[in-house]
């Protein structure tokens, strides 16, 4: 069965190092998603990307995060500086369109000390 | 302002018995309902939806009903397995190309 992959699994960073993420959507899914999940809460979106294309970052923090998927494939979330705030689970997920369900995946444990 | 809710934050259950999760909505452009199972360590996985058209969807052990007039829904599993025992997420999507509004979840034990 198709998958999202993610990596790394988890993450451990000092405040104001760079860190990034990467995500391999399921083969054929138009649309990604990137979402901070903090402990306690539910995931809310990052940033939406259809193909290439940002469709949605109304909640990336820009001042410090980033996002590309430059081959509307596979996608890279980047934080620089990371804060201790950011400490979270960042969970990527992709569906054949942006009306289709959504599959996640095991997403990747960052911990800013 | 929370638009989905999920009040109780945990639940337990007996095994064989039914498990029911609740939720809550606010706005009433959502047209579309799904429930995610997030085990520790793992991202969510997708366990059934229902549309707005609808009142009923069944898969298996799981059965989503939604109260539009209400604004609620819930999700209905029996019998409770223990490997059932998970975070439940309920989340909702807004008419158009809006993105998922999830709750908090609600964690579900199912004791042996």
């Known amino acids: 069965e198709a998958e999202v992959a993610q990596s790394p699994r988890y993450k451990i960073t000092e405040k104001s190092q760079a860190v990034a993420f990467w995500c391999d959507p399921i083969?054929?899914?138009?649309?990604l998603y990137w979402y901070r999940q903090i402990l306690g809460q539910g995931p809310e979106l990052l940033v939406q990307?259809?193909?290439?294309?940002?469709?949605?970052d109304s909640q990336l923090p820009k001042d410090r995060f980033s996002a590309e998927r430059l081959k509307g494939v596979d996608s890279t979330l980047k934080i620089q500086p990371a804060e201790l705030g950011d400490s979270a689970m960042y969970l990527c997920?992709?569906?054949?369109?942006?009306?289709?369900?959504?599959?996640f995946g095991p997403g990747t444990r960052l911990t800013v000390l | 302002d929370q638009q989905v809710k999920q009040n109780s934050p945990s639940l337990s259950v007996q095994e064989g018995r039914i498990s029911i999760l609740n939720c809550d909505y606010t706005?009433?452009?959502?047209?579309?309902f799904l429930w995610y199972k997030k085990y520790p360590a793992e991202g969510p996985t997708f366990l059934i939806s229902?549309?707005?058209?609808?009142d009923k969807n069944e898969d298996g052990r799981f059965t989503v009903f939604l109260n539009k007039s209400a604004k609620h829904l819930s999700l209905h599993i029996v019998p409770s397995q223990p490997g059932d025992s998970a975070v439940y997420f309920c989340?909702?999507?807004?008419?158009?190309?809006?993105?998922?509004?999830f709750g908090k979840g609600t964690r579900l034990s199912v004791i042996a």
């Open positions: 997920a992709s569906s054949v369109g942006t009306s289709d369900t959504q599959y």
């Open positions: 083969s054929g899914h138009a649309t």
């Open positions: 990307f259809q193909d290439e294309s940002v469709v949605d």
């Open positions: 706005n009433s452009m959502f047209d579309y």
């Open positions: 229902i549309s707005s058209i609808k």
């Open positions: 989340a909702a999507r807004p008419t158009g190309n809006t993105p998922l509004v």
